[in-house]
């Protein structure tokens, strides 16, 4: 599903992040991205999401090159790869259900679907409870959570989580993980960067370790290790 073919990534002043990586996740894993500050997996991601262009090799999803896809058509990668940040852009003047349902009018949904598709959602979040509220009335956690429902609208074949608990306690962390998997569970890839030891290591899943730009290590029911 997910293909990186001898990608390497310089930014400008010779800054090389990423070096000859190569690798595959195929449908329904869940991989974690582990390394220290600078490692790379930032650029990873940004890389599947053509949000920058690989220096050399090339990226695939599902096939088809994303650095050859057309301006106009990257709209639709982006809703085939969800991604959340630890920085979740929330609209404040709007509450957790209108923020889910403002993306979906943007997609020019009719209400019928909205009406329908929004409680969905937050059922699966579990902010069904906290629909009406804005996020300045959130906690962390939860306001994460609004950002994994606004990312879920599309259905996406791919979620790529960016250190998504960076901001959270631990009991709020654990939450959003669990999220994670269960979205994981009904069918969808998740990529994991973090830099959550507990976390990976109670996962079980695999583990792709970056070091200067490399793979260290990629095992199946990995551990943390720097
Ligand atoms: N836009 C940019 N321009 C120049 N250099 C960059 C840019 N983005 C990242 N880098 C550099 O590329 C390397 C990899 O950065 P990246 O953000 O991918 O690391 P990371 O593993 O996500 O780190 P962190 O754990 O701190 O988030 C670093 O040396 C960084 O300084
Ligand atoms: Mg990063």
Redesign the pocket.
């Known amino acids: 599903m997910i293909k990186f073919q001898n990608v390497t ?1 310089i ?3 010779n ?4 070096e000859d990586l190569s690798f595959k996740i195929n449908e329904k894993e869940f991989v974690s ?1 582990v ?12 890389l599947l999401l053509a949000q ?1 262009k690989p220096t050399r090799g090339r990226v695939f999803f599902d096939n088809q090159d994303v650095h050859k896809i057309r301006p106009e058509k990257l709209p639709e990668l982006r809703r085939r790869i969800g991604s959340i940040f630890q920085d979740y852009k929330l609209l404040a003047s709007k509450t957790c259900y209108e923020n889910i349902a403002y993306v979906m009018e943007v997609l020019g949904k009719s209400n019928q679907e909205i009406e329908k598709d929004v409680p969905k959602i937050l059922e699966i979040v579990g902010l069904t409870e906290r629909a009406q509220n804005f996020p300045a009335e959130l906690s962390a956690g939860e306001r994460q959570r609004v950002a994994i429902a606004r990312a879920l609208i599309h259905r996406p074949d791919v979620i790529l989580a ?2 998504p608990t960076g901001n959270l306690d631990p009991y709020n962390t654990s939450e959003i993980i669990h999220l994670l998997l269960k979205i994981n569970t009904l069918g969808t890839i998740v990529v994991l ?1 973090t ?1 959550n030891k507990e976390i990976v290591n109670s996962l079980g899943k695999r583990v792709i370790t ?1 070091g200067q ?1 490399k793979i260290i290590r990629d095992q199946e029911k990995g551990r943390f290790i720097l």
């Open positions: 990534k930014y400008l002043e800054t090389i992040a990423l991205i390394g220290k500050s600078g490692a790379g997996k930032t650029t990873l991601l940004k920058e960016d250190e960067a830099h970056l730009g």
